[in-house]
Nanobody
């Protein structure tokens, strides 16, 4: 089992920056991949960035603006379209997938 806790969301103006962090505890030795997803109420959760086996991938909408490093997501040049609840996901070698409770990111115009 892995416990996942996100932090660092908040309110920022258009063009601003935020950093959301992900902390994992429990069976962390089994972690093989991590990523960030976001969800707007009424819409499907979408992948923002993921890291596995030394490779990092980003959604087209955030490329060049977001950086995933050590399970933390640095978000620069934010726009109101980035407003969502952001979730950290951890995957383990025994096919486990764990989610945090989410952190709200709100970008005002």
């Amino acid at each position: 089992q892995v416990q996942v806790v996100e932090s660092g969301g908040g309110l920022v103006q258009d063009g601003g920056s935020l950093r959301v962090s992900c902390a994992a505890s429990g069976s962390t030795r089994r972690i093989v991949a991590n990523g960030w997803y976001r969800q707007i109420p009424g819409k499907q959760r979408e992948l923002v960035a993921s890291s596995s086996g030394g490779s990092t991938n980003y959604a087209e909408s955030v490329k060049g603006r977001f950086t995933l490093s050590a399970m933390n997501l640095q978000m620069d040049n934010l726009t109101p379209d980035d407003t969502a609840i952001y979730y950290c996901n951890i995957r383990t070698s025994d096919w486990g997938s764990y989610w945090g409770q989410g952190t709200q990111v709100t970008v005002t115009s």
